[in-house]
């Protein structure tokens, strides 16, 4: 690893994780896969079992020992059927125990895999053009992207090419790359090419969003720079502006690589509850940020372009159908409920993919799936087909914007389950209310906040509760109180 004087000098008591880091890379668990598979799980070292093994994109999971789940990388959410037929093989081994998450950095999480078949694994994965590298802890997520990219009616850029281009420089083509193997913490990077901002630019560290140079709509198209957007148990921030305008070429990977390495050198690596990004730019005061980046990349950046707000409202879910700007072509978003499925549902996907459209698979940030590239003449008898009516193109509104983290079934931080929870309230609460407008509703099982209940319209979070009794007392006491002074309530 490449460590400047500036953290070396640091005087601060560094975290649990920096110790066993600077031990050994996270990525250095990659020449010791065949080893760790034929030893087999319970002799692996804790630390690298538990730990060095995500920035392979493996996780052991307690709840369910010997049974890992594996995270992969899927730039800009888009995938061919061939990789999601591949995808699918290999979670159908597992029987009852084989399943995925889409999850909602439009990504895709496998579950019940065995570590002896890992090797044999990633020799599949190198064939299809899959990767899973350094896609947990101190790394870069999933890069994220509009789900429509290219295929939008309303887009200004397709980011696929860059987001592909920032995920190789991060990665070294997904051979793994020391550089970036050791952040102060995990990062993530997101790049939109429409005015509807599907990404959550705000909850990443740094977002590209689309302006014109100078703000003049006849002028060169790139991006303004947000920078330091987390969420966290204890601290929520919105990204901020690094008053910065970039071309929409290599630049972008250029200042990424430039912000990655001011983070990786300058940034805290002591209480880790201060280690992401904002918290360094805040120590270092935005300006200076600014021209440590510059520095960086050896070059000035020009300042950020005027651009009209981008506002949440403007947000499609991308479920249904609608008309590409490529004329004659349709794509057309289905709904998976909590971005959870098995074997069967992932072939059915690539079927569809090739019998109607080209074959390309994209992932939402709501843990859907779209199927692009439908001709005109081929939709009606898409639109009979039974994985259709299974994932609805249409569901209702208390279904439709439904989020969930994983919870307990699989991930040992949940305090409660989430998704069979989260999806069987919906559905009553559809039996019972009549609604007009989409409710976001997002669940997460503790307050590491995954499933981002901050952005939601309602939010649940799984937490512990004492007193339980004392508290719903007070609470009933205080309305009843209140209830009391209004009219129409006070016989409720
Ligand atoms: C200390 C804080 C956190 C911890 C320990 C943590 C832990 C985890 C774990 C264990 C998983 C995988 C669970 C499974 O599916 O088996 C996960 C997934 C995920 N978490 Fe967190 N998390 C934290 C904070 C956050 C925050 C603040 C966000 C964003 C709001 C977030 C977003 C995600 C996403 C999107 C995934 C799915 C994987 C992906 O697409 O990259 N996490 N997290
Ligand atoms: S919010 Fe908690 S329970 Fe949900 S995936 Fe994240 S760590 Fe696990």
């Not at 890992?68 to 959410?77: A, D, I, Q, S, T």
């Amino acid at each position: 690893m490449v460590t400047s004087p500036s953290v070396a000098e640091k005087v601060e008591k560094k975290n649990k994780f920096e110790k066993y880091k600077a031990e050994k890379d996270g990525l250095a668990v990659k020449d010791e896969l065949e080893k760790f598979a034929e030893m087999g799980w319970e002799a692996v070292d804790k630390t690298d079992l538990t730990g060095r093994l995500k920035w392979l994109g493996v996780f052991y999971r307690e709840v369910t020992p010997g049974k890992f789940m594996l995270r992969l990388r899927m730039p800009n959410g888009v995938l061919s059927s061939h990789k999601m037929r591949v995808l699918a093989e290999i979670v159908q081994c597992y029987g009852d125990d084989g399943c995925a998450d889409i999850t909602t950095r439009q990504n895709l999480q496998l579950r019940g895999v065995r570590l002896e078949d890992m090797p044999g694994i990633f020799e599949r994965f190198k064939q299809a053009g899959i990767t899973s590298i350094q896609s947990g802890m101190d790394n870069v997520r999933n890069i994220t992207g509009s789900p429509v990219a290219g295929i939008a009616a309303n887009e200004l850029l397709d980011t696929q090419g860059l987001v592909r281009k920032v995920q190789d420089m991060i990665t070294n083509n997904s051979e793994g790359n020391y550089d970036f193997t050791n952040l102060p913490r995990k990062f993530n990077i997101a790049i939109e090419g429409s005015r509807e901002d599907s990404i959550h630019s705000e909850i990443n560290d740094i977002a590209f969003i689309p302006a014109f140079k100078g703000g003049d709509e006849s002028s060169q198209l790139g991006f303004n720079v947000l920078v330091g957007g987390f969420f966290s148990a204890q601290r929520c921030d919105a990204a901020i502006p690094l008053n910065a305008w970039v071309p929409a070429d290599d630049t972008v990977v250029e200042i990424c690589r430039a912000i990655l390495t001011v983070f990786r050198d300058r940034g805290a690596r002591g209480n880790r509850q201060q280690t992401r990004l904002m918290w360094l730019i805040e120590a270092m005061g935005l300006e200076a940020f600014r021209e440590a980046v510059e520095a960086q990349m050896g070059q000035s950046i020009a300042p950020a372009a005027p651009v009209d707000a981008i506002t949440d409202e403007t947000k499609s879910d991308h479920l249904g159908v609608h008309p590409q700007k490529q004329p004659g072509l349709n794509y057309v978003g289905m709904h998976v409920p909590v971005g959870h499925f098995y074997a069967e549902d992932m072939f059915e996907f690539a079927r569809l993919a090739e019998v109607y459209g080209n074959g390309e698979i994209r992932l939402t940030l709501e843990q859907n799936v779209i199927i692009p590239n439908i001709p005109d003449s081929r939709l009606e008898t898409f639109l009979q087909e039974e994985p259709v009516q299974k994932f609805s193109i249409d569901p209702s509104p208390l279904v439709r914007r439904l989020v969930s983290c994983t919870g307990s079934r699989f991930c040992n931080f949940a305090l409660v389950e989430t998704k069979q929870r989260a999806q069987a309230l919906s559905e009553k609460l559809d039996s019972l209310l009549t609604v007009d407008q989409p409710v976001r509703m997002h669940w997460t099982g503790c307050p590491n906040s995954c499933g981002q209940p901050q952005v939601a319209d309602i939010g649940f979070l799984g937490t512990k509760a004492r007193k339980m009794v004392n508290l719903s007392r007070q609470w009933t006491s205080t309305w009843a109180a209140r209830w009391a002074n209004i009219p129409n309530l006070a016989s409720a």
